[in-house]
């Protein structure tokens, strides 16, 4: 069952300029037009490099932002501009967990007050029960319930990150909205996390929108993968399907980053693109990745192309290319 689909999604952030007028002088185009969808108790993956509107795309998804344009469709109701009166019946189902442990936490309350706040202001369990519900949840992601009245600052960064979660739990959410949730922690701290997560997936169905850039997390935790380039999925499948026969060059150069991850036995070799990111102000035409792309053509710069499956690919396996890669073991391979 698909619990949330976003379909032509965009989000274009103005940019103010002038010095005793201010006037929109451009746009930042985060997110431009991206469709993706969300199997109950599923994790899809979306991955990129820095700045290329993942957490723009997640806020959007909880509709923490209002999309320029689009939809957003949350279990068949359509919520893409829905005001705060409509939205708050469906605020307990979609949480987030955000990256920074340090920052999405108030130093000023203790662990007790702070994943009981979310049960306090939407009246969820009895006042009288809310206090056990909080030891519960501590206990649940690793902590020890007798530390509610501690303050943030005496846990450390993954004890933290394990406090955010018990938070986004503490409304039995359906939908979690994990913005690069292991980013700022030791890879050790990183591996015990990501496997709390799935231990809690399993045992709670709930579905992710995991967004990261650590390839290696992605394929760990997620059924499906999607690939964001400058505001564009440029590709998208199930997770065997695009780590082991990427089609987009894009895929293809991030995956190469990526030691352990093998083709046919061996490893990638590295792929290193050319120059930066374009800015999301003005972006290349046709297809985004060409200033960077060793296979661009004439035709990349005038034709945007389009998002389909490549013969080759599975059903469910989308790549938006050209000249797409071919796949390992093809004779053109």
């Avoid at 979310?118 to 030891?135: E, W």
């Avoid at 303050?151 to 993954?158: A, I, N």
Wanted: glycine share 10%.
């Amino acid at each position: 069952m698909t619990l949330l689909e976003l379909s032509g999604l965009r989000k274009h952030f103005p940019v103010k300029g002038g010095f005793l007028v201010r006037r929109q002088v451009g746009q930042v185009h985060a997110v431009d037009g991206i469709d993706l969808s969300i199997q109950a108790g599923q994790t899809l993956g979306l991955v990129g490099e820095s700045g290329c509107g993942k957490s723009t795309a997640g806020r959007l998804a909880a509709r923490l932002l209002e999309p320029t344009d689009g939809r957003v469709v949350y279990d068949g109701r359509d919520i893409s501009h829905a005001g705060r009166r409509a939205l708050k019946p469906i605020r307990p189902d979609i949480q987030m967990i955000f990256q920074d442990p340090y920052a999405s936490l108030n130093p000023r309350h203790t662990v007790g007050s702070i994943v009981r706040g979310p049960m306090d202001i939407n009246d969820l369990h009895s006042p009288g029960t809310r206090d056990a519900k909080v030891r519960e949840l501590l206990e649940t992601v690793g902590l020890n319930p007798e530390h509610v009245n501690r303050f943030p600052h005496e846990f450390s960064g993954g004890q933290r990150q394990r406090i955010g979660i018990a938070r986004a739990l503490a409304l039995e959410p359906r939908l979690i909205v994990a913005d690069e949730p292991v980013s700022a922690l030791d890879v050790s701290i990183q591996a015990q996390v990501v496997n709390l997560l799935r231990r809690l997936q399993r045992e709670l169905g709930i579905a992710f929108l995991f967004i990261a850039h650590d390839l290696a997390v992605v394929r760990h935790f997620s059924q499906r993968v999607a690939v964001m380039y400058l505001g564009k999925i440029v590709e998208i499948a199930d997770r065997t399907s695009l780590y082991e026969r990427p089609r987009h060059p894009y895929t293809h150069a991030l995956l190469s980053a990526v030691p352990e991850v093998e083709v046919d036995g061996a490893p990638r070799e590295r792929i290193r693109l050319r120059g930066d990111v374009p800015s999301p102000i003005d972006p290349p035409s046709g297809c985004r990745f060409r200033t960077r792309c060793w296979k661009a053509q004439p035709t990349c710069a005038v034709e945007e192309p389009p998002l389909v499956r490549l013969p080759g690919n599975g059903e469910g396996h989308l790549t938006a290319c050209h000249f797409p890669e071919p796949p390992p073991g093809s004779p053109a391979a």
